[in-house]
């Protein structure tokens, strides 16, 4: 028998989003937020119409979640801040009941033990600064720098744990490349600009949150999709991986944590004249306000070639135009989410950030599996008989402790999520959370096998094989 013991401080929880779980309610003061304006203006877009007013209702529902969020075995739960319903309109006015209502999450979460950590970005900008060029307009950086000194100055006193981003590059590949959030766009110009907007904002909210001396930490939530050569010993392949990893990982990885953006990357905006504008001192706030601590959320690895179909320049460049996706033959698959399962890959990062960005402190943020149609597993006694979590989750959990064992400074694990919730266009289709809501019944919510499994694993510290 093996035992995979963990650290005794050892962060276990699980992460959500404002957006994915809070629903919005008559007379609750929230503004609307890029999302609440594409459901109402495409709800055809969303999964069986389903869009993000009611479903979780952690707004009315958090102190019932908590008490779950125990029985499931929470350390520590990351949720983030609306800003559409801490500032309605972008800037301007804070709402008092969002400050009533995240005051209320926090304490709670407290009182019972559990540590908050807080993001201030989920993709849901609000729309009033959407309507002005979102994240391509400088403003919003600005923007974004008075909402996260807001939420430090009412909330800092309490919160040590803060994320100034969620995948900061889904929003880019989402909303400027591959259409699958509003505005929907294919534009590399446009990306890139997004991109370095979000960028700088992180860094200048870093600055402020660490000129105002609290006593906590802040870092950056970023997805890492390892890249790996369909065949490492053919060096078009590992360069086109190489490009691949520089677009979608080195991009946000290297400036968050070292203060500096990939050469490949650089070089190729500079020769096809896609370099984003900037302000003089721009690169060096970046390069000055660093995170303390790195998020990780891993899913699926990327797997490519070097480019075998022909460049389609329809919408000018591309990241594609570099390198092919590659199919490789008998990996394992979630299918309802259409992402490969490669449980070795959250190793490969830790170790790459051990070896290559000074072992950062980090922890990882994000890790799941969303199923379609899990009623299919209730049992007589009303329960998700999620085995095929556990498995995931134990899958993982084996690497994250070898990835230690070596000398990782991961300090924590948290699932994504606590609670079915609201997938964005995918809406309800694939449940993740360790806790089912049934939406038929007002969110009623049960735990799954898997929740019972995590707390007794998370009590032991770990668990024999
Ligand atoms: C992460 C996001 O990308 O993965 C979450 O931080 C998201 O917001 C989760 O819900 C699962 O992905 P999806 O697209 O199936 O909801």
Not at 48 to 59: A, D, I, L
Request: glycine share 8%.
């Amino acid at each position: 028998m093996v035992k995979y013991e963990f650290p005794k401080d050892f962060w276990w929880g699980s992460a959500a989003s404002g957006p994915q779980t809070e629903g919005v309610y008559d007379g609750d003061g929230k503004g609307e937020s890029l999302w609440d304006f594409w459901y109402q203006t495409e709800p055809e877009k969303f999964f069986n119409q389903v869009g993000p007013e009611k479903t979780s209702r952690f707004y009315q529902k958090y102190a019932e979640d908590i008490q779950l969020m125990k029985e499931t075995g929470h350390t520590s739960y990351r949720t983030s801040i609306q800003w559409s319903r801490l500032i309605p309109n972008g800037t301007g006015e804070v709402n008092p009941q969002a400050v009533e209502f995240y005051n209320k999450v926090i304490d709670e979460l407290i009182a019972n033990d559990i540590e908050p950590f807080i993001n201030l970005y989920h993709f849901d900008i609000p729309m009033a600064l959407q309507r002005e060029g979102g994240w391509l307009n400088r403003k919003t950086v600005d923007a974004y720098v008075v909402f996260a000194k807001t939420c430090f100055e009412l909330f800092g006193d309490r919160v040590k744990k803060w994320f100034t981003h969620n995948e900061p590059i889904v929003p880019v590949e989402a909303g400027y490349l591959y259409q699958f959030h509003y505005p929907n766009e294919i534009n590399l110009r446009h990306a890139v600009q997004v991109g370095f907007h979000e960028l700088l904002s992180s860094a200048k909210a870093i600055e402020a949150y660490h000129a105002m001396k609290l006593d906590g930490e802040i870092g950056i939530i970023l997805n890492l999709t390892p890249s790996y050569p369909r065949d490492e010993t053919n060096p078009a392949d590992v360069k086109a991986a190489a490009i691949a990893d520089a677009f979608f990982n080195r991009s946000f990885l290297d400036p968050s944590v070292k203060g500096t953006f990939p050469t490949e990357l650089v070089e190729i905006l500079k020769e096809i004249d896609h370099l984003p504008i900037y302000e003089a001192d721009d690169l060096e706030t970046i390069a000055n306000n660093t995170v303390d601590i790195l998020g990780i959320n891993y899913y699926q690895p990327r797997r490519i070639k070097a480019k075998e179909t022909p460049i389609d320049g329809t919408h000018g460049p591309m990241p594609d135009d570099y390198f092919d996706n590659y199919e490789m033959p008998g990996r394992k698959m979630n299918i309802y989410r259409g992402w490969e399962i490669y449980e070795k890959g959250i190793y490969d990062i830790l170790t790459n950030v051990r070896e290559n960005y000074g072992n950062i402190r980090c922890y990882i943020s994000e890790n799941g599996m969303g199923v379609e149609n899990e009623e299919r597993f209730i049992n007589e006694a009303g329960q998700v008989e999620d085995d095929y979590r556990i498995d995931f989750v134990k899958d993982h959990l084996r690497y994250v402790h070898q990835a230690i064992q070596e000398g990782s400074n991961v300090q924590g694990y948290h699932m994504w999520t606590c609670m079915d919730n609201w997938s964005w266009a995918n809406a309800y289709k694939n449940r993740y959370g360790f806790i089912s809501v049934n939406l038929d019944k007002e969110g009623e919510r049960t735990i799954k096998k898997s929740g019972h499994w995590f707390k007794q694993m998370t009590e032991a510290h770990g668990f024999d094989d």
